[in-house]
């Protein structure tokens, strides 16, 4: 018996950012949306459906993200407590 060939290192997703905003400092997903934030250039990317929208997080610091259930709008977490997408202002 032949024995088994070690496994080949995992190849790191394509960044689906702009090359210019730099590396997050924080990015994630949750029930089919994804979001990366971005705190040097005050930018938060959010994906949902194919579609990417951008904001300005202003002062925020964003480090997660909470759905409950069926809520439509999606409410990052931080520092200095939950930031509605709503209170952002768009970008895009």
């Known amino acids: 018996m032949k024995p088994m060939e070690p496994m080949k290192p995992m190849e790191p997703a394509p ?4 090359d210019d905003l730099g590396s997050p400092a924080s990015s994630g997903s949750q029930d089919g949306l994804r979001y990366a934030f971005f705190p040097e250039k005050r930018r938060l990317l959010v994906e949902r459906s194919g579609r ?4 300005d997080s202003a002062d925020h610091r964003i480090t997660g993200i ?9 409410r990052f ?3 200095d407590g939950p930031v509605s997408l709503s209170s952002l202002s768009r970008l895009d």
């Open 77 to 79: 977490t931080g520092p």
């Open 15 to 18: 960044a689906w950012w702009p």
């Open 66 to 74: 909470a759905q409950d259930g069926d809520e439509a709008e999606p």
């Open 52 to 55: 990417r929208e951008s904001y």
